[in-house]
């Protein structure tokens, strides 16, 4: 058996003793994990510092602010999300209790990405745990100081036998595809999210697939563009571009596209200076593959800003592009990195086809004062999500849910999101041995009178609120009568 079998073996022989079901083991290890990301911060930044040159205040507020903040909200909300959900009734089960109870689904899988390794890979785990379910972690290997920092420490603060993490790289991640889990929650490509898919398959395995795509923005002449460019800017090249919702390309009229240029300049200077290599908040491309990877998209393009590199850092410079078209071969994948081509349309109706002719993204971006016209950007395009004025920070709202849709992935987590897309919905009805004269139109043999009955007790539509309304008036007359009966007799 291998180590991979045993890892899930454990886990799933664990998860069968039923100890996850009580909210108290639940909300004990949220709070473990959240003494986790407390006492560890140090070593979580030092990991992400190596794989991916993140500042320590960059570390904290993009991966360790989200991670503690779903936590917390978990643990605040758990005995809420847990609670049995009650349904609206028909006349034929006004007596009776229906309700939906959120169960856990078993053993899940959660494999990671590399770009925000911990965010990316612990975030769906509150949402595990909070949920009741076992799980096996698979962090990235590619963020591999990351990936060995989380193998040190998560068994000695969570339960090892039902949280364990399996370490290793694309063979390892096979072997654990071939096993059945009970949902598999994956974050990356969309290649890679159909080889995921297809093995989950085989086993039947629900699947959330947490994609990416090429993301546009679109700014409409009338904005204000100074603004608009300086949250493209941040949105772009956080992360020194490895994000997957950031901005992967700007649709604009020609007639701005000079003055987009120089503000986006005057942000990249105000943001990273004019020497971004040696600014501390500015990030490197994982690897050296992603590197070459990266700077091959570029030709075909002319640079407009940036474009600098030094391959032995894995450093690249943010870099805008001009004279794309829509065969470049910067329009061809996902960039994930520091690229930012600006394509011209004629307008919004350009921008909108535009959209449309590709595969949906993860996000639509659209910069404009015209409430109308993003209103129609939102009613005319398909994404999984879209933001008006500002890049990213929808994914900091816990009360939206945060996927994509077609190529992008499909399920969603976040908050009460994550909790639901890891729970299984049991429809739950218990009704009392009696009523059987009521009940007997449904039993044989069936007959024109039964059928009528049937269809107006199923089809009728009662307003259960005026009649709980209506029942209590009825009883406060007949106690009010009751009292004066009393009072006149002893009168």
Known sequence: MSREELVVQRARTSFQTGRTKPLEYRLHQLKSLLSLISERRTDIAESLKKDLGKSEHGTELFEIMKLEGEIRLAIDKLAEWAAPR???????????????????????????????????????LVGAIAAGNAAVIKPSEVSSHSAKIMEEFLPQYLDKDMYPVVTGGVSETQELLKLRFDHIFYTGNSTVG????????RHLTPVTLELGGKSPCYIDKNCDIAVACRRITWGKFVNCGQTCIAPDYILCEPSIQSRVFEELKKSIEEFYTDNPKTFEDYGRIINQRHFKRVMGLMQGSTVALGGDSDESQCYIAPTVLKDVTRESKVMKEEIFGPLLPVITVSGVDEAIQFINEREKPLVVYVFSSDKK????????????????????????????????VGNSGMG???????????????????????????????????????????????????????????????????LTAFVVQRFLRRG
């Not at 006004?94 to 689904?105: A, G, K, R, S």
Request: proline content about 5%; charged content about 15%.
């Open 86 to 124: 009650p349904v609206e009734k028909n006349i034929l089960t006004i007596t009776d209790e229906v309700y939906i109870q959120p169960e856990p689904l078993g053993v899940v899988l959660i494999i990671g990405a590399w770009n925000y390794p911990w965010a990316v890979t612990l975030v769906p």
């Open 412 to 478: 969603s987590y976040l908050g009460r999101y994550s909790f639901d897309q890891l729970s299984h919905m049991r429809s739950c009805l218990i009704k009392q041995l009696n009523m059987e004269g009521f009940n007997s139109m449904r039993y044989p043999p069936h007959t024109t009178k039964k059928l009528g009955w049937a269809r107006f007790f199923l089809f009728k539509k009662f307003n259960f609120g005026r009649l709980r309304r209506m029942a209590l008036l009825a009883m406060l007359a007949g």
């Open 373 to 404: 016209m993003i209103k129609r950007v939102i009613a005319e395009t398909s994404s999984g999500a879209l933001l008006a004025n500002d890049c990213l920070i929808h994914y900091t709202i816990s009360s939206l849910p945060f996927g994509g």
């Open 194 to 201: 159909k080889l995921v898919m297809e093995a989950a398959a």
